[in-house]
């Protein structure tokens, strides 16, 4: 919408010159601008503002408004939480809300997320310097959902970026000298998408663990090796990183001398150092691809930027600047 500050302080278009930086749209800018001036007048506690209001209210209803800071629209997500199922819910998370204006799904806005994720309750602290009330973020059945889906996306994700490098070193078309060979990551001659899917979680969450807490889940999901690879049991060892009361609950309930904890002899240390070992070696893959391409970018942006000034394409003297 607006003209871009360029790195010399003069105001650039969206295609970097300098030629003719305005407004792409005159109207989208002018709508903009107004928004937020009145919005910020209407929560500004200025005399003027106030006077003004007082000898001219008319002029009050014709200022427009915040809606979405005073809670217009936030009802129905609201009442989804409160009242609907398990699939509402779900159907909120993917697809968002029904908006009967532009008559399709509207993604949820992040002032929404973050108000429904946690409840905000005072369990009677106080704080020491202000003596005001401390209220404790405490994780809503909405937020344990929230941050699971994005998870599990997050799994996804990974899952096919891990195939997609896997690709390029499996048929030789890393554009850089390198050491990484088929036989560094234990790749097979064929291999499909869903055969990176540990690996996925492995980066995503196991490799956080120590092998002794990892062989004690995998005892704990039923000495398994289908359930523990299996993303869906890890769902509840996710949440303790975000909800504190849940985490608390586990450390009050605790014995002050627990019994040694039982641990599996079905995962190998063996098993546990290729996924370690195939982790490092694929980070060291994503730095080198990172570091390649931002050199390359890098160079490509030089070219482009010799050939504007050779074909005059900012359309100024530049000597003048």
């Known amino acids: ?57 008319e002029f009050r209803n014709c200022c427009p408004k915040s809606y979405k800071s005073n809670n217009i629209g936030f009802a129905p997500v ?7 199922t398990q699939k509402d ?33 005072h369990f009677g602290l106080y704080s020491i310097k202000t003596r005001k009330k401390v209220y404790e973020r405490v994780l809503s059945n909405f937020g344990a959902k929230w941050l699971w889906f994005n998870f599990k996306q997050r799994v996804e994700r990974v899952t096919h970026k891990i195939y997609e490098r896997m690709l390029l070193v499996s048929h030789s078309k890393l554009k850089f000298k390198s050491d990484f060979t088929p036989n560094k990551f234990g790749l097979s001659s064929l291999f499909i998408r869903s055969d990176f899917k540990k690996q996925a979680l492995w980066h995503c969450l196991l490799k956080q663990f120590s092998p002794t807490q990892l062989k004690m889940f995998y005892y704990k999901f039923g000495d398994n090796k289908a359930n523990f690879w299996n993303v869906d049991f890890w769902e509840n060892v996710y949440y303790l990183r975000h909800d504190n009361i849940a985490l608390s609950d586990i450390l009050l309930t605790s014995s002050m001398f627990p019994d040694i904890p039982i641990i599996s002899d079905k995962l190998t240390f063996e098993e546990l150092n290729y996924y370690k070992d195939f982790e490092e070696n694929y980070c060291r893959l994503s730095r080198a691809l990172e570091e390649y391409n931002l050199y390359h970018y890098s160079k490509r942006g030089e070219a482009i930027e010799k050939a504007k000034h050779i074909q005059g394409a900012y359309g100024y003297d530049e000597k003048l600047c």
Request: aromatic share 16%; glycine share 6%.
């Open 1 to 57: 919408m607006f003209p871009k500050l360029g790195k010399f302080g003069v105001y650039v278009d969206d295609k970097g010159r300098n030629k003719d930086p305005r407004f792409r749209s005159q109207k989208a800018g002018a709508k903009y601008v107004c928004k937020y001036i009145c919005k910020d007048l209407a929560y500004m506690k200025n005399d003027d503002v106030t006077y003004f209001y007082a000898k001219y209210p």
């Open 78 to 84: 609201a009442r989804i939480v409160a009242n609907g």
């Open 89 to 121: 819910i779900e159907d909120l998370i993917t697809k968002g809300v029904w908006s009967p204006l532009q008559q399709k799904y509207v993604k949820l806005w992040d002032s929404a997320i973050s108000r429904l994720m946690y409840y905000n309750i």
